[in-house]
Protein backbone atom coordinates (compact mmCIF):
# COMPACT_ATOMS: atom_id res chain seq x y z
CA UNK A 1 0.00 0.00 0.00
CA UNK A 2 0.72 3.77 -0.68
CA UNK A 3 -0.26 7.06 0.63
CA UNK A 4 1.88 10.39 1.73
CA UNK A 5 1.86 12.64 4.56
CA UNK A 6 0.63 15.87 3.30
CA UNK A 7 -0.77 14.28 -0.12
CA UNK A 8 -3.47 16.82 0.19
CA UNK A 9 -2.00 20.14 0.24
CA UNK A 10 -0.15 23.40 -1.46
CA UNK A 11 1.30 21.51 -4.82
CA UNK A 12 -2.55 20.37 -5.57
CA UNK A 13 -4.02 23.23 -7.66
CA UNK A 14 -7.57 21.82 -6.75
CA UNK A 15 -6.25 22.56 -3.19
CA UNK A 16 -4.85 26.13 -3.67
CA UNK A 17 -8.66 26.98 -5.21
CA UNK A 18 -10.14 25.61 -2.01
CA UNK A 19 -8.01 27.12 0.03
CA UNK A 20 -8.42 30.73 -1.28
CA UNK A 21 -12.23 29.84 -1.07
CA UNK A 22 -12.29 29.01 2.97
CA UNK A 23 -10.33 32.24 3.47
CA UNK A 24 -7.46 30.67 6.29
CA UNK A 25 -6.35 27.72 6.68
CA UNK A 26 -8.10 27.15 10.08
CA UNK A 27 -11.30 27.97 8.29
CA UNK A 28 -10.47 25.20 5.78
CA UNK A 29 -9.97 23.31 8.63
CA UNK A 30 -13.00 23.82 10.56
CA UNK A 31 -15.12 23.85 7.53
CA UNK A 32 -16.36 20.14 7.25
CA UNK A 33 -17.39 19.92 3.71
CA UNK A 34 -14.32 22.01 2.55
CA UNK A 35 -12.01 19.51 4.62
CA UNK A 36 -13.61 16.23 3.09
CA UNK A 37 -12.96 17.65 -0.41
CA UNK A 38 -9.55 18.50 0.31
CA UNK A 39 -8.75 14.78 2.17
CA UNK A 40 -10.67 13.28 -0.54
CA UNK A 41 -8.61 15.00 -3.45
CA UNK A 42 -5.43 13.61 -3.60
CA UNK A 43 -6.94 9.92 -3.08
CA UNK A 44 -9.34 10.87 -6.27
CA UNK A 45 -6.58 12.17 -8.17
CA UNK A 46 -3.96 9.20 -7.00
CA UNK A 47 -6.24 6.33 -6.54
CA UNK A 48 -3.66 6.26 -3.51
CA UNK A 49 -4.42 3.36 -0.82
CA UNK A 50 -5.37 6.07 2.31
CA UNK A 51 -6.79 9.02 2.89
CA UNK A 52 -5.46 11.11 5.84
CA UNK A 53 -7.95 13.39 7.44
CA UNK A 54 -6.91 17.17 6.84
CA UNK A 55 -6.70 18.91 9.91
CA UNK A 56 -3.92 20.05 11.51
CA UNK A 57 -1.69 19.05 14.78
CA UNK A 58 -1.84 22.63 16.29
CA UNK A 59 -5.81 22.45 16.63
CA UNK A 60 -5.30 21.10 19.94
CA UNK A 61 -3.68 24.24 21.63
CA UNK A 62 -6.17 25.86 19.27
CA UNK A 63 -8.30 23.78 21.83
CA UNK A 64 -6.73 24.41 24.84
CA UNK A 65 -7.70 28.42 24.56
CA UNK A 66 -4.14 29.38 22.67
CA UNK A 67 -4.26 31.73 20.38
CA UNK A 68 -2.78 30.13 17.02
CA UNK A 69 -2.96 31.44 12.93
CA UNK A 70 -1.24 30.41 10.24
CA UNK A 71 0.69 33.15 8.35
CA UNK A 72 1.22 32.83 4.39
CA UNK A 73 4.48 31.68 3.62
CA UNK A 74 5.56 32.38 7.40
CA UNK A 75 3.89 29.11 9.04
CA UNK A 76 1.81 28.99 12.55
CA UNK A 77 2.44 31.50 14.75
CA UNK A 78 0.97 30.85 18.29
CA UNK A 79 0.96 33.35 21.46
CA UNK A 80 3.41 31.17 23.59
CA UNK A 81 3.05 29.68 26.96
CA UNK A 82 6.59 29.56 28.66
CA UNK A 83 5.83 28.74 32.16
CA UNK A 84 3.62 27.56 34.22
CA UNK A 85 1.36 30.87 34.68
CA UNK A 86 0.98 31.14 31.44
CA UNK A 87 -0.16 27.70 31.40
CA UNK A 88 -2.52 28.74 33.77
CA UNK A 89 -4.17 30.89 31.50
CA UNK A 90 -4.80 28.17 29.06
CA UNK A 91 -8.36 25.54 30.05
CA UNK A 92 -7.18 22.83 31.77
CA UNK A 93 -8.52 20.94 29.42
CA UNK A 94 -9.21 20.57 25.27
CA UNK A 95 -12.70 22.15 23.91
CA UNK A 96 -14.03 19.25 22.66
CA UNK A 97 -16.92 20.60 21.29
CA UNK A 98 -14.59 23.15 19.43
CA UNK A 99 -13.02 20.12 17.57
CA UNK A 100 -16.41 18.63 16.82
CA UNK A 101 -16.70 19.72 13.08
CA UNK A 102 -13.10 17.75 12.35
CA UNK A 103 -15.00 14.31 13.62
CA UNK A 104 -17.77 15.64 11.04
CA UNK A 105 -15.03 15.19 8.30
CA UNK A 106 -13.76 12.10 9.59
CA UNK A 107 -17.31 10.80 9.30
CA UNK A 108 -18.70 12.43 6.18
CA UNK A 109 -15.48 11.18 4.81
CA UNK A 110 -15.76 7.62 5.88
CA UNK A 111 -18.88 7.43 4.42
CA UNK A 112 -17.80 8.81 1.22
CA UNK A 113 -14.27 6.47 0.68
CA UNK A 114 -14.47 2.95 -0.86
CA UNK A 115 -14.30 0.25 1.60
CA UNK A 116 -10.87 -0.68 0.23
CA UNK A 117 -9.14 2.92 1.33
CA UNK A 118 -7.93 3.34 4.85
CA UNK A 119 -9.09 6.40 6.71
CA UNK A 120 -6.44 7.60 8.57
CA UNK A 121 -6.88 10.30 11.66
CA UNK A 122 -3.93 11.98 13.22
CA UNK A 123 -2.51 13.76 16.24
CA UNK A 124 0.79 15.60 16.85
CA UNK A 125 2.75 14.08 19.57
CA UNK A 126 2.47 16.21 22.95
CA UNK A 127 6.67 16.91 23.12
CA UNK A 128 6.25 18.47 18.91
CA UNK A 129 3.06 20.01 19.60
CA UNK A 130 4.71 21.89 22.76
CA UNK A 131 7.28 23.40 21.09
CA UNK A 132 4.59 25.16 19.40
CA UNK A 133 3.06 25.94 21.97
CA UNK A 134 6.09 27.32 23.91
CA UNK A 135 8.45 28.63 21.39
CA UNK A 136 5.35 30.21 19.54
CA UNK A 137 6.66 29.03 15.88
CA UNK A 138 8.61 26.26 14.45
CA UNK A 139 12.21 25.89 16.34
CA UNK A 140 15.60 25.93 14.96
CA UNK A 141 17.07 25.82 18.43
CA UNK A 142 14.32 25.17 20.95
CA UNK A 143 15.44 27.64 23.36
CA UNK A 144 12.57 28.28 25.60
CA UNK A 145 10.82 24.79 25.94
CA UNK A 146 14.48 23.30 26.55
CA UNK A 147 14.99 25.16 29.07
CA UNK A 148 11.60 25.02 30.40
CA UNK A 149 12.03 20.94 30.82
CA UNK A 150 15.28 20.81 31.48
CA UNK A 151 15.04 23.48 34.51
CA UNK A 152 11.90 22.22 36.00
CA UNK A 153 10.68 19.64 34.86
CA UNK A 154 7.41 18.96 37.02
CA UNK A 155 5.96 21.80 35.86
CA UNK A 156 6.48 21.26 32.40
CA UNK A 157 5.04 17.57 32.54
CA UNK A 158 1.65 19.21 33.66
CA UNK A 159 1.53 20.94 30.10
CA UNK A 160 2.99 17.33 28.39
CA UNK A 161 0.35 15.59 30.44
CA UNK A 162 -2.26 17.59 29.91
CA UNK A 163 -1.49 17.11 25.90
CA UNK A 164 -1.25 13.22 26.74
CA UNK A 165 -5.00 13.19 27.77
CA UNK A 166 -5.72 15.86 24.89
CA UNK A 167 -4.36 13.58 22.04
CA UNK A 168 -5.94 10.40 23.19
CA UNK A 169 -8.96 11.70 23.73
CA UNK A 170 -8.70 13.27 20.20
CA UNK A 171 -7.28 10.25 18.39
CA UNK A 172 -10.26 8.31 20.58
CA UNK A 173 -12.72 10.61 18.98
CA UNK A 174 -11.63 10.62 15.50
CA UNK A 175 -11.52 6.30 15.71
CA UNK A 176 -15.37 6.68 16.95
CA UNK A 177 -16.05 8.99 14.25
CA UNK A 178 -15.01 6.67 11.24
CA UNK A 179 -10.89 6.50 11.00
CA UNK A 180 -9.64 3.33 10.43
CA UNK A 181 -5.91 3.94 11.69
CA UNK A 182 -4.27 6.73 13.51
CA UNK A 183 -0.61 7.94 13.40
CA UNK A 184 1.28 10.30 15.87
CA UNK A 185 3.24 12.31 14.60
CA UNK A 186 6.68 13.39 16.09
CA UNK A 187 8.52 16.03 14.10
CA UNK A 188 10.86 16.76 16.56
CA UNK A 189 11.85 13.34 18.37
CA UNK A 190 15.79 14.52 17.15
CA UNK A 191 16.46 17.19 19.43
CA UNK A 192 16.24 15.63 22.70
CA UNK A 193 19.60 14.04 24.71
CA UNK A 194 18.68 10.28 25.37
CA UNK A 195 17.18 10.63 28.63
CA UNK A 196 14.90 13.24 28.07
CA UNK A 197 13.60 11.65 24.33
CA UNK A 198 12.56 8.66 26.69
CA UNK A 199 10.59 11.18 29.06
CA UNK A 200 9.22 13.27 26.63
CA UNK A 201 8.28 11.66 23.56
CA UNK A 202 8.63 7.79 24.30
CA UNK A 203 6.42 7.76 27.71
CA UNK A 204 3.50 9.92 26.32
CA UNK A 205 3.21 7.72 23.19
CA UNK A 206 3.06 4.60 25.25
CA UNK A 207 0.77 6.59 27.43
CA UNK A 208 -1.42 7.56 24.27
CA UNK A 209 -1.23 4.28 22.57
CA UNK A 210 -2.28 2.02 25.26
CA UNK A 211 -5.42 4.13 26.52
CA UNK A 212 -6.36 4.06 22.48
CA UNK A 213 -5.89 0.04 22.67
CA UNK A 214 -8.05 -0.01 25.47
CA UNK A 215 -11.15 1.48 23.63
CA UNK A 216 -10.53 0.55 20.16
CA UNK A 217 -7.71 -2.92 20.26
CA UNK A 218 -8.12 -3.53 16.71
CA UNK A 219 -7.21 -0.34 15.41
CA UNK A 220 -3.59 0.12 14.42
CA UNK A 221 -1.44 2.70 15.88
CA UNK A 222 1.44 4.80 13.82
CA UNK A 223 3.82 6.95 15.11
CA UNK A 224 6.85 8.93 13.07
CA UNK A 225 9.46 9.81 15.25
CA UNK A 226 11.25 11.81 12.64
CA UNK A 227 14.94 12.27 13.24
CA UNK A 228 14.86 10.18 15.90
CA UNK A 229 18.44 8.28 15.07
CA UNK A 230 19.22 5.24 17.38
CA UNK A 231 16.24 6.51 19.15
CA UNK A 232 14.59 4.58 16.50
CA UNK A 233 15.96 0.92 18.19
CA UNK A 234 13.39 -0.18 20.52
CA UNK A 235 10.80 2.57 20.18
CA UNK A 236 7.97 0.27 18.60
CA UNK A 237 8.24 -2.16 20.99
CA UNK A 238 8.52 0.81 24.17
CA UNK A 239 5.42 2.74 22.74
CA UNK A 240 3.71 -0.38 21.58
CA UNK A 241 2.94 1.00 18.15
CA UNK A 242 1.80 -1.32 15.28
CA UNK A 243 3.42 1.12 12.46
CA UNK A 244 6.84 3.03 12.87
CA UNK A 245 7.34 5.95 10.13
CA UNK A 246 11.01 6.57 9.45
CA UNK A 247 12.90 9.15 7.87
CA UNK A 248 14.81 9.20 4.84
CA UNK A 249 18.17 9.55 6.89
CA UNK A 250 17.55 5.51 8.15
CA UNK A 251 19.31 3.29 5.53
CA UNK A 252 16.76 1.10 4.41
CA UNK A 253 18.56 -1.95 4.37
CA UNK A 254 19.91 -1.13 8.15
CA UNK A 255 15.68 -0.44 8.88
CA UNK A 256 15.24 -4.21 7.11
CA UNK A 257 17.63 -5.97 9.03
CA UNK A 258 16.54 -4.04 12.44
CA UNK A 259 13.01 -2.27 12.98
CA UNK A 260 10.84 -4.55 10.05
CA UNK A 261 10.96 -8.03 11.79
CA UNK A 262 8.75 -6.31 15.10
CA UNK A 263 6.94 -3.76 13.83
CA UNK A 264 5.50 -2.72 10.21
CA UNK A 265 7.53 -0.27 8.40
CA UNK A 266 6.51 3.17 6.71
CA UNK A 267 8.31 5.38 4.30
CA UNK A 268 10.99 6.71 3.51
CA UNK A 269 11.31 8.48 0.37
CA UNK A 270 13.13 11.94 0.30
CA UNK A 271 10.45 14.51 -0.50
CA UNK A 272 13.27 15.90 -2.80
CA UNK A 273 13.82 13.31 -4.59
CA UNK A 274 9.69 13.29 -5.40
CA UNK A 275 10.22 16.54 -6.58
CA UNK A 276 13.04 16.03 -8.64
CA UNK A 277 11.73 13.00 -10.05
CA UNK A 278 12.54 11.24 -13.60
CA UNK A 279 15.30 8.94 -12.70
CA UNK A 280 16.18 9.84 -9.62
CA UNK A 281 13.18 8.69 -8.08
CA UNK A 282 12.96 5.83 -10.36
CA UNK A 283 16.47 4.40 -8.93
CA UNK A 284 15.32 5.65 -5.32
CA UNK A 285 12.05 3.72 -5.15
CA UNK A 286 13.55 0.65 -6.69
CA UNK A 287 15.97 0.46 -3.53
CA UNK A 288 13.18 1.20 -1.07
CA UNK A 289 11.31 -1.99 -2.74
CA UNK A 290 14.03 -4.34 -2.86
CA UNK A 291 15.10 -3.58 0.69
CA UNK A 292 11.55 -3.10 2.36
CA UNK A 293 9.25 -5.48 0.15
CA UNK A 294 10.05 -8.36 2.34
CA UNK A 295 8.36 -7.60 5.38
CA UNK A 296 5.40 -5.65 6.53
CA UNK A 297 5.46 -2.37 4.51
CA UNK A 298 3.55 0.96 3.30
CA UNK A 299 5.77 3.37 1.33
CA UNK A 300 5.36 6.38 2.01
CA UNK A 301 7.66 9.52 1.97
CA UNK A 302 10.39 10.20 4.69
CA UNK A 303 8.55 13.62 5.15
CA UNK A 304 5.80 15.68 3.68
CA UNK A 305 4.98 16.28 0.25
CA UNK A 306 6.88 19.79 -0.71
CA UNK A 307 4.16 22.39 -2.11
CA UNK A 308 6.58 23.07 -5.32
CA UNK A 309 6.35 19.07 -6.26
CA UNK A 310 4.83 18.57 -9.57
CA UNK A 311 1.62 15.97 -9.32
CA UNK A 312 2.53 14.11 -12.16
CA UNK A 313 5.82 12.94 -10.34
CA UNK A 314 3.12 11.70 -7.14
CA UNK A 315 1.09 10.17 -10.21
CA UNK A 316 4.19 8.53 -11.49
CA UNK A 317 5.46 7.64 -7.90
CA UNK A 318 2.19 5.37 -7.24
CA UNK A 319 2.75 3.26 -10.83
CA UNK A 320 6.23 3.07 -9.48
CA UNK A 321 5.10 1.46 -6.32
CA UNK A 322 2.63 -0.86 -7.50
CA UNK A 323 4.71 -1.94 -10.47
CA UNK A 324 6.56 -5.67 -9.85
O1 LIG B 1 -1.06 27.39 3.74
C1 LIG B 1 -1.53 26.25 3.83
O2 LIG B 1 -2.36 25.81 3.04
C2 LIG B 1 -1.11 25.49 5.05
C3 LIG B 1 -0.14 24.38 4.83
C4 LIG B 1 -0.52 23.26 5.79
C5 LIG B 1 -1.18 22.05 5.46
C6 LIG B 1 -1.62 21.60 4.09
C7 LIG B 1 -0.36 23.25 7.20
C8 LIG B 1 0.21 24.33 8.03
N1 LIG B 1 -0.89 22.08 7.71
C9 LIG B 1 -1.41 21.33 6.69
C10 LIG B 1 -2.15 20.05 6.82
C11 LIG B 1 -1.57 18.99 7.67
N2 LIG B 1 -0.65 19.14 8.67
C12 LIG B 1 -1.92 17.63 7.61
C13 LIG B 1 -3.07 17.15 6.71
C14 LIG B 1 -3.08 15.87 6.13
C15 LIG B 1 -2.06 15.56 5.05
O3 LIG B 1 -0.98 15.08 5.44
O4 LIG B 1 -2.35 15.71 3.87
C16 LIG B 1 -1.13 16.94 8.54
C17 LIG B 1 -1.10 15.46 8.82
C18 LIG B 1 -0.36 17.92 9.22
C19 LIG B 1 0.54 17.62 10.35
C20 LIG B 1 1.45 18.66 10.85
N3 LIG B 1 1.23 20.00 11.02
C21 LIG B 1 2.75 18.39 11.35
C22 LIG B 1 3.36 17.00 11.44
C23 LIG B 1 3.98 16.56 10.16
C24 LIG B 1 5.17 17.38 9.70
O5 LIG B 1 5.02 18.07 8.71
O6 LIG B 1 6.23 17.30 10.35
C25 LIG B 1 3.31 19.60 11.78
C26 LIG B 1 4.68 19.81 12.40
C27 LIG B 1 2.34 20.63 11.57
C28 LIG B 1 2.45 22.07 11.93
C29 LIG B 1 2.27 22.93 10.73
N4 LIG B 1 1.10 23.11 10.07
C30 LIG B 1 1.26 23.92 8.98
C31 LIG B 1 2.63 24.31 8.95
C32 LIG B 1 3.25 25.19 7.92
C33 LIG B 1 3.25 23.70 10.05
C34 LIG B 1 4.69 23.85 10.49
C35 LIG B 1 5.57 22.82 9.87
C36 LIG B 1 7.00 23.00 10.36
O7 LIG B 1 7.22 23.50 11.46
O8 LIG B 1 7.90 22.59 9.60
Redesign the pocket.
Known amino acids: PVWM??????YLPEYRNL?TKAGS?LSLCYDPKLATAVTLQ?VERFGLDAA???????LIPDALGQTVS?I?GD??QLHPVRNLKDLEKLSNEVNFSHLSPVYETVSTVASQLNENVALIG?A?APW?VAT?MVEGH?SKHFDFIKRWAFSDPSSFEILIKRLTDATAMHLCKQIEAGADVVQI?E?WAGVLPPKEFARWCVKPVEVITKRVKEQFPEVPVIAFP?GAGVGYIGYADATGVDGLGVDYTLPTTWVAKVLQPDVCIQGNLDPQILLVGGSVMRAAVREIKSALNNGPFVFNLG??VLPQTPPEHVAELVQLVRED
Open positions: MRQAGRRFPILFSDILFEGPFGTYTFSRHG
